[in-house]
């Protein structure tokens, strides 16, 4: 992460008014927030000049520790978000699926900093499960992002021609691949933005309710994050009004995948339909970040597994099939390139830049670039 987290001067071309945030406490507090740290005087920078009610959009005050909605029509449940560690958590609980007081600290749990990872083997106590859980991460993987380090580059070097950028990384993680390159430049900012705490996170808060003002952002950067979203064109709205008018937006997406996500994997796009589903952005860059290789080696695991009702054979299954088809992701280098390796693609990204006109229908269909 960058090493302070400072937010640019208000917008005056926003159309949303926006009032500072009172009672900046006098002197800084540090806190740590995984390998990253912060002071309570760098989060009011970003509650003075960027942060809204999640629900109505309107200003916010300081309240005791917390954040009150100054609309006293606001309908958004609760009107008071709490800050814990200097982060402000702004969901909106009336729209939302997640839950504030699963993110608060509680008593007896050791640190709310990071999420805690789901033990591999739950059914193994003791030091066996230490010995498997090293075994299991000692595999070579199926997945290989192939453009997401050239794409982060391009994208940089457009970010590079503007003053001081501030860049939304939602559903940030704990960092996407090539998201290293943005982070490495000083004179971009990062948000991070998630609905659970991970060692990058500054805020939490729903992709479906962004607590931003009106064109806050230079670039918005979304990373496997649209699949697991219950309404995905309702993260798009939010997206381009939070963007400038003349911003970014970098997404990707899957399309050849199994589920990984149980419950909260939803989506898939073909590559026409993603390019649809940015229709009010002018596309500068569009392909595939994960080709064919890797979407037959992850359905011929995830076919090996489907035989298996066993969680413990499941999980082995998925260790050989690793060691077995690992290599096939390599041959995505050249088959992302094909017309045809577009139409078999494990996924997609987009770079767009927000735009006034929206991609028509026959336009789209007249763009079709894959081998059918």
């Not at 054979?313 to 992302?336: H, V």
């Amino acid at each position: 992460m960058l090493d302070e987290l400072g937010i640019m001067s208000h917008n005056g071309s926003r159309c949303h008014s926006f009032s500072p945030v009172v009672d900046t406490p006098s002197e800084p507090v540090p806190w740590s927030n995984g390998n990253y740290s912060w002071t309570m005087i760098t989060v009011q920078k970003i509650l003075e000049n960027m942060l809204v009610c999640p629900g109505c959009h309107g200003a916010l005050q300081h309240q005791g520790e917390g954040l009150l909605c100054n609309n006293a029509a606001c309908t958004s449940s609760p009107r008071l978000w709490p800050v814990v560690n200097g982060l402000p958590i702004l969901l909106d609980e009336s729209q939302s699926l997640f839950r504030i007081a699963d993110l608060l600290p509680t008593p007896g749990k050791k640190s709310i900093s990071t999420a805690q990872p789901i033990p591999v083997f739950p059914f193994i106590d003791g030091p066996w499960r230490r010995l498997l859980s090293r075994i299991w991460h000692f595999r070579p993987g199926l997945s290989r992002n192939v453009a997401a380090e050239r794409n982060n580059h391009y994208l940089c070097q457009l970010l590079q021609e503007r003053p001081q950028p501030v860049v939304l990384v939602a559903g940030c993680g704990d960092e996407g691949d090539g998201i290293a390159q943005l982070r490495s430049l000083p004179q971009i900012t990062l948000v991070n933005l998630d609905v659970q705490w991970t060692s990058s996170v500054t805020i939490l808060a729903d992709a479906q309710q962004l607590p931003f003002a009106d064109q806050s952002f230079d670039a918005v950067v979304l990373q496997g994050v649209l699949e697991h979203v219950l309404d995905a064109a309702q993260v798009e709205r939010e997206i381009y009004r939070t963007l400038k008018n003349d911003g970014f937006i970098y997404c990707e997406l899957p399309f050849l995948q199994p589920n990984h996500g149980g419950a909260f994997d939803l989506l898939r796009f073909t590559w026409t339909g993603h390019r649809r589903f940015w229709r009010r952005f002018t596309q500068l860059d569009a392909g595939a970040c994960c080709g064919p290789g890797m979407a037959l080696a992850h359905m011929i695991q995830q076919f090996a597994r489907s035989w298996l009702p066993f969680a413990g054979w499941r999980l082995l299954s998925d260790w050989l099939t690793d060691w077995l088809f690992w290599w096939l992701k390599y041959a995505d280098s050249w088959l992302t390139r094909t017309p045809a390796g577009l139409d078999g693609a494990s996924a997609f990204y987009f770079l767009g830049r927000k735009s006034d006109t929206i991609l028509s229908d026959s336009d789209l269909i007249r763009n079709y670039r894959g081998g059918q």
